[in-house]
């Protein structure tokens, strides 16, 4: 079975996050193509009005272009957060770690597909430094 990060490091780890906020972060990540499609999908163009009752909260407001603009915002942000903290982690490795945390590719698999340009080890270290950047991004 492939590598993955381990959830939980030593708290002496400089990029310690707790076992379960970890778990948190990486299904948040997990979801990146389910947002990116619905982003794309939310053109202000609603084909029928009940293509936006998925976003329509308690409460909300009943116009259906304020809605879908508010989504396309939520989306961009989430998105926006999960590129910019796999950019600082590691601009060099950006687009595998893309690929690690948003599809869930091991590091055997992208040195196969990608021919990943680092060894394992600096590879989930930088994992490790991902998710503890967007632990201190994401509330």
Not at 59 to 88: I, L, N
Not at 94 to 122: A, E, H, Q
């Amino acid at each position: 079975m492939a590598t993955n990060v381990r959830p939980e490091v030593s708290k002496k780890n400089l990029y310690y996050i707790e076992r379960e906020r970890y778990y948190e972060l990486k299904h948040f990540c997990r979801q990146y193509p389910i947002w990116k499609k619905a982003y794309n999908a939310l053109d202000g163009l609603s084909r029928r009005p009940a293509d936006l009752e998925l976003f329509n909260r308690p409460g909300q407001t009943s116009d259906p272009t304020f809605r879908c603009v508010e989504a396309r915002e939520r989306y961009s942000k989430w998105m926006g957060m999960v590129e910019k903290c796999a950019h600082e982690a590691d601009s060099e490795l950006y687009k595998y770690l893309m690929s690690y945390v948003t599809k869930g590719d091991c590091y055997s698999v992208l040195k196969m597909r990608d021919n990943i340009p680092c060894s394992k080890d600096v590879f989930y270290d930088t994992a490790r430094k991902f998710f503890w950047l967007l632990n201190k991004v994401r509330d």
